[in-house]
């Protein structure tokens, strides 16, 4: 579950982080006057999506195709960013309304954008130095790894591409915690010295305490500053809560943003069932996460594109199956759908009533390929051939894929 920056910082407060004064707004009026409880001379104003790469990110209506395109990939383009440092409040005004309603474009949100629907009005500081840390489960390991580098603002990637050296790591026995000595290693790895390595050690301590009774999949600060007088703070704050510990935090119910998920992914979670969306052509629904990924791999390898991943599980009944068709057919760039299926703990027949149910309810109009093996499969394969509905059968993988992908070019 992910959240905005304003919401993080809430976290990390509770945890003992020192944060700046900040207000989230969402209307212009709103923002003016969280600039002007906030007091000072210069405020920032901060686009609220789940997406980073927001100061470099630029707003559709803003700017040329080509400057999208840029933001899209990552890079600074012509024109301000979702991140703007004002020193009025008119200013405040000004950026406010350029922000809210409009989509943002960055590296993360592709080049659809996202829409601005609220803002975060922080205080300024001045700003000696920017660094990047990440806490994060190294599964490998099986700990929890702090990570900082030197090269804060920029994009992590990145850095761990062309700079590995640059990343300096600490892995954490969850036993003991990250003990002081380890926080001073990652100070020193930063090149701090005096004051700011006895600052950098409270905050990393507190953010690590913020990771685990926040119970945070992911807790990133980029960029983590130092201030003129040696202070240690975190910028930014990118949250995702590990979705298998929800139970134990009701009150992450309020940080849900609806405005800002996938709907068919909301749609999917509501039915138990496993669906990300992707950018291709071609639906797929398929029982089992390795299956799914091949699946996808042999579209691709046939010339086309998966239109998402779809995991129904391994006891899905007629009513999963119908709700995952509806959540397929109801995006518009799906041309074609593709049923591959291993029955074991599922059976076969089960899905071909189900995948006929769902023919019928939803009036498909796209081509569909299903392929089944496994446990009752002669009975699901005479289920669909004597069903008289236009079902394209599909005795393998390789055959599946290329039907699908023949009956989407139209062959």
């Given at each position: 579950?992910?959240?905005?920056?304003?919401?993080?910082?809430?976290?990390?407060?509770?945890?003992?982080?020192?944060?700046?004064?900040?207000?989230?707004?969402?209307?212009v009026e709103g923002a003016v006057a969280a600039a002007q409880s906030i007091g000072g001379s210069v405020w920032v104003v901060k686009s609220q999506v789940h997406a980073?790469?927001?100061?470099?990110?630029?707003?559709?209506?803003?700017?040329?195709?080509?400057?999208?395109?840029?933001?899209?990939?990552?890079?600074?383009?012509?024109?301000?960013?979702?991140?703007?440092?004002?020193?009025?409040?008119?200013?405040?005004?000004?950026?406010?309304?350029?922000?809210?309603?409009?989509?943002?474009?960055?590296?993360?949100?592709?080049?659809?954008?996202?829409?601005?629907?609220?803002?975060?009005?922080?205080?300024?500081?001045?700003?000696?130095?920017?660094?990047?840390?990440?806490?994060?489960?190294?599964?490998?390991?099986?700990?929890?790894?702090?990570?900082?580098?030197?090269?804060?603002?920029?994009?992590?990637?990145?850095?761990?591409?062309?700079?590995?050296?640059?990343?300096?790591?600490?892995?954490?026995?969850?036993?003991?915690?990250?003990?002081?000595?380890?926080?001073?290693?990652?100070?020193?790895?930063?090149?701090?010295?005096?004051?700011?390595?006895g600052n950098f050690v409270k905050i990393a301590q507190a953010l690590y305490r913020a990771f685990l009774g926040a119970d945070c999949a992911m807790l990133e600060v980029?960029?983590?500053?130092?201030?003129?007088?040696?202070?240690?703070?975190?910028?930014?704050?990118k949250i995702t809560f590990d979705d298998n510990a929800l139970f134990r935090h009701p009150e992450y119910e309020a940080y849900a943003d609806p405005a800002e998920e996938?709907?068919?992914?909301?749609?999917?979670?509501?039915?138990?069932?496993?669906?990300?969306?992707?950018?291709?052509?071609?639906?797929?629904?398929?029982?089992?996460?390795?299956?799914?990924?091949?699946?996808?791999?042999?579209?691709?390898?046939?010339?086309?594109?998966?239109?998402?991943?779809?995991?129904?599980?391994?006891?899905?009944?007629?009513?999963?199956?119908?709700?995952?068709?509806?959540?397929?057919?109801?995006?518009?760039?799906?041309?074609?759908?593709?049923?591959?299926?291993?029955?074991?703990?599922?059976?076969?027949?089960?899905?071909?009533?189900?995948?006929?149910?769902?023919?019928?309810?939803?009036?498909?109009?796209?081509?569909?390929?299903?392929?089944?093996?496994?446990?009752?499969?002669?009975?699901?394969?005479?289920?669909?051939?004597?069903?008289?509905?236009?079902?394209?059968?599909?005795?393998?993988?390789?055959?599946?894929?290329?039907?699908?992908?023949?009956?989407?070019?139209?062959?």
């Open positions: 579950m992910k959240i905005h920056e304003f919401q993080g910082k809430e976290v990390l407060r509770k945890h003992g982080v020192p944060t700046l004064r900040g207000v989230a707004a969402h209307t980073g790469g927001r100061g470099k990110g630029r707003f559709i209506g803003d700017v040329d195709d080509a400057a999208l395109d840029l933001a899209a990939a990552g890079h600074d383009a012509p024109g301000k960013g979702g991140v703007r440092v004002v020193k009025s409040i008119e200013d405040v005004r000004l950026a406010a309304k350029a922000m809210l309603g409009q989509r943002l474009v960055t590296k993360q949100t592709g080049r659809e954008g996202a829409v601005v629907h609220k803002l975060f009005i922080e205080e300024g500081c001045q700003i000696s130095k920017e660094y990047y840390l990440a806490i994060l489960l190294d599964r490998g390991a099986g700990k929890i790894v702090v990570m900082v580098s030197k090269e804060g603002g920029t994009e992590i990637e990145e850095v761990a591409a062309n700079r590995p050296d640059a990343i300096v790591k600490e892995w954490v026995d969850p036993l003991t915690g990250l003990g002081s000595w380890q926080a001073r290693n990652l100070a020193f790895g930063l090149g701090l010295s005096g004051k700011a390595v980029n960029p983590l500053i130092l201030t003129a007088d040696e202070q240690v703070l975190p910028l930014d704050a996938d709907p068919q992914e909301t749609e999917a979670a509501r039915h138990e069932l496993s669906y990300v969306k992707l950018d291709g052509n071609i639906g797929c629904l398929v029982n089992g996460a390795g299956l799914a990924m091949a699946t996808m791999d042999i579209i691709k390898f046939y010339g086309e594109e998966p239109a998402n991943f779809l995991d129904v599980g391994g006891g899905a009944n007629k009513e999963k199956v119908t709700a995952a068709f509806k959540i397929i057919t109801a995006d518009p760039a799906v041309k074609g759908i593709l049923v591959n299926i291993f029955g074991g703990i599922m059976k076969c027949d089960v899905i071909a009533e189900g995948v006929l149910a769902a023919v019928l309810e939803t009036g498909l109009k796209v081509p569909l390929v299903v392929r089944l093996e496994g446990t009752n499969v002669e009975l699901g394969k005479k289920i669909i051939a004597e069903s008289g509905l236009h079902v394209i059968a599909a005795d393998s993988m390789s055959d599946a894929a290329e039907k699908i992908v023949a009956a989407v070019r139209g062959a």
